[in-house]
């Protein structure tokens, strides 16, 4: 078992940055993929970002291309989120998620979750 905690999460103008961090513990945190997914008010959730074990290996969604950088310190059992030019789209609630998936599909699926964070940005 897995706990995630994120933070960092706020209220920011268009245009502007923020960055996300996911605190882990419970268990070796290089044993899992970690993700960063959100949740819209009326959408299903989805999936923004998301690294494998050893950080070598990233993922992102079309929607946030060339704007989020998703990054992780294994000494520190962190993951970050650093996002910039935000738009009023990428409001959400952003949660952490973590696997330990094999093959082609490891950044679609994950078994732990964090609580979210709210991320609201202005027009």
């Known amino acids: 078992q897995v706990q995630l905690v994120e933070s960092g999460g706020g209220l920011v103008q268009a245009g502007g940055s923020l960055r996300l961090s996911c605190a882990t513990s419970?268990?070796?945190?290089?044993?899992?993929?970690m993700g960063w997914f959100r949740q819209a008010p009326g959408k299903e959730r989805e999936i923004a970002a998301a690294i494998s074990r050893s950080g070598g290996v990233t993922y992102y969604a079309d929607s946030v291309k060339g704007r989020f950088t998703i990054s992780r310190d294994n000494a520190k059992n962190l993951v970050y989120l650093q996002m910039i030019s935000l738009k009023p789209e990428d409001t959400a609630v952003y949660y952490c998620?973590?696997?330990?998936?094999?093959?082609?599909?490891?950044?679609?699926?994950?078994?732990?979750w964090g609580q979210g964070t709210q991320v609201t940005v202005s027009s």
């Open positions: 419970g268990r070796t945190f290089s044993n899992y993929n």
């Open positions: 998620a973590a696997n330990q998936r094999y093959g082609q599909s490891w950044w679609s699926e994950y078994n732990y």
